[in-house]
């Protein structure tokens, strides 16, 4: 576990790791000894800048400079991500956390997520909202408001992923997949941070706020959320999924009811429609950024337009306000017609186009998650409602909201636990053929044992990837159990090169073409080569090739069932403080922290 590994295959260097370290003091230590003095008595520094803000925008002070440097820090870790993951493609695994130019830009835009939540803690004045939560540092004792609460929670378990992906990768090795355990922990903590912006924006209602400043924080965290959400598409818009596609049909189906119902509750009519205007307009720049700009595979991104389309239509016969009616019939609308459209999107833009025989169990996945969707929007839009207007849940309703957002979260976690991947090992093979067309390039055929082995599948493709570069080509039946990729890859260097086949529902194999040797693992070459019997195995033995091999079944069950529990539990504090803000209860929650 304590092992350094240099070559990238496990532990960060002891020299990054304090460096690391370095940076998150050096980040947090001025912000805490500023909040000390501003709960103290003293001038501050921080202070002056938040008096300076809350002029500016208009907002309390708790809210103003907090929400600036938290939309800041969102942006940074954005685009850190949309850089990292093509570099990872691209590149293969990184010699530690401070070796890739993109952790940088996560890291601070993490530290900045965090230190907004402590910031709105911190400068918490009167007027505040009236429930808030009771803190301690010291001496000195103050309420502070629970969006800001909301925001510290979700920032801190992000940055918490930072030291936990060391030490995952320090006892299973590296997981190049955005989908490793840590990476899901840091990116769904930032993610969630939206959600407490919303509340902040939310109590600064409550207390006389109005305005344009407050309307773009509220707009801000329903735009951070559909982006945020999207951000787990990312591997199947560069053609490199490691899950089935049944998830990418689940989480834009999530995605696209329930940011688009947030937005067009926030801005009214025609608001859904800005929102996928906003986004692809981000995801454009980002696209041609990351590509043109960086050099790195091209990242496409879904559209969402129909979606947008259908929601507008909905409003038009439906009121907004009806939350979890309004939030059910989006869902179906969303899930169904919004799923074909998807499907449409993906045969002229995405590089892995959805198969027609797989539409109509799509179309039946993406409902069920729309649905799902759907009803914890609604849940979510009835506390921001009740929060602004100091309203809270009547008794007699609370079991019924309750129970909604029960059933969202069973349809929507169920979904995902559906698309889960399974291996089918040990039964197929294929003999490979390689046409040469350069010294290191060549036409792949394969021909399978079982003719039958590929039909219907979902996808069959050649890849090349982490070797500068990722190269994607499909394979074509050319008769007798034969499939022929139509077009080249590369089979040397430092490629990594197999065929990769997707058969329903969830079954992933692959049969290794070329492989380099890699000592740090260590791995010996699989060397390409024609007239060969290759067995479709595991997919994740051949695209994580640094992931430990030889660990006990229960080292992987304790490291997933510990990240698991880790993640509810931030779930679970979130959705508490939603529910405690738009309480019916006048006191405020009493909880101490000592420093």
Not at 156 to 169: K, M, Q, S, T, V
Request: one cysteine or more; charged letters at 15%.
């Amino acid at each position: 576990m304590f092992r350094a590994d240099a070559a990238g295959t496990g532990g960060a260097p002891l020299f990054q790791v304090v460096l690391t370290a370095l940076i998150m003091a050096g980040f947090l230590a001025p912000a805490l000894m500023m909040m000390a003095g501003e709960r103290a008595g003293r001038t501050t520094r921080l202070g002056w800048l938040a008096d300076r803000a809350s002029t500016w925008t208009g907002l309390p002070r708790w809210v103003g400079l907090p929400s600036l440097l938290l939309s800041g820090s969102l942006l940074a870790a954005g685009v850190g991500v949309y850089w990292d993951v093509p570099y990872h493609v691209d590149l293969g695994r990184d010699q530690g956390p401070l070796a890739n130019p993109a952790h940088y830009l996560i890291l601070f835009g993490l530290l900045g997520v965090f230190t907004s939540g402590l910031l709105s803690c911190g400068l918490a004045a009167d007027p505040l909202p009236r429930h808030t939560m009771r803190l301690r540092l010291g001496r000195h004792r103050w309420r502070a408001p629970l969006g800001g609460v909301i925001v510290a929670v979700a920032g801190g378990f992000a940055l918490l992923g930072f030291p936990l992906d060391d030490i995952w990768h320090r006892i299973y090795g590296q997981d190049v997949t955005e989908w490793g355990p840590t990476h899901v922990l840091m990116i769904g903590g930032a993610v969630l941070s939206a959600t407490g912006g919303a509340v902040l924006a939310a109590e600064a209602r409550q207390v006389g706020t109005t305005g344009r400043a407050v309307r773009v924080l509220e707009v801000r965290s329903a735009m951070g959320w559909l982006i945020g959400i999207s951000v787990f598409l990312m591997e199947y818009e560069l053609g490199v999924p490691q899950f089935p596609m049944l998830a990418q049909v689940v989480i834009l189906a999530v995605a696209g009811t329930w940011a688009l119902v947030w937005m067009r509750a926030m801005l009214g009519p025609g608001g859904a429609l800005l929102a996928v205007a906003t986004f692809l307009a981000i995801r454009t720049v980002l696209m041609v950024g990351v590509s043109a700009g960086l050099g790195r595979s091209a990242h496409h991104f879904s559209l969402f337009l129909a979606q947008a389309v259908l929601i507008e239509l909905l409003a038009a016969a439906i009121p907004v306000t009806r939350r979890y009616r309004f939030g059910i019939l989006a869902g179906i609308l969303v899930g169904s017609l919004g799923t074909a459209a998807e499907w449409a999107w993906s045969q002229v833009f995405l590089p892995l186009p959805w198969p027609a025989p797989q539409l109509p169990a799509y179309l039946g996945y993406g409902l069920l998650a729309g649905v799902g969707a759907g009803l914890l929007a609604g849940w979510q839009l009835d506390r921001l409602d009740r929060i602004a207007a100091a309203r809270p849940t009547p008794v007699r309703t609370r079991r019924g909201a309750y129970a909604a957002l029960a059933a969202g979260a069973v349809l929507v976690f169920g979904t995902l636990a559906v698309s889960v991947p399974r291996t089918a090992e040990g039964t197929l093979r294929g003999e490979i053929t390689l046409d040469p067309v350069r010294p290191d390039a060549a036409v792949v055929t394969v021909r399978l044992d079982d003719p039958a082995a590929a039909d219907g599948a979902v996808w069959f493709y050649a890849l090349s990837w982490q070797g500068g570069g990722s190269v994607r080509t499909p394979m074509r039946p050319v008769g007798d159990g034969a499939w022929r990729s139509t077009g080249p890859v590369p089979v040397g260097g430092d490629w990594k090169t197999l065929i990769r086949l997707h058969r329903p529902d969830n079954h992933l194999v692959a049969a290794p073409v070329y492989l380099p040797a890699d000592r740090a693992i260590p791995a010996a070459e699989v060397p390409a080569r024609s007239g060969v019997s290759r067995g479709f195995g595991s997919e994740r033995h051949l695209l994580q090739r640094e992931a430990r091999t030889g660990l006990p079944d229960i080292t992987w069950y304790a490291g997933y069932v510990t990240l698991l529990a880790t993640y509810l539990a931030l779930l679970a504090v979130i959705t508490a403080l939603h529910a405690r803000a738009a309480g019916p209860v006048r006191v405020s929650t009493s909880l101490e922290v000592n420093a």
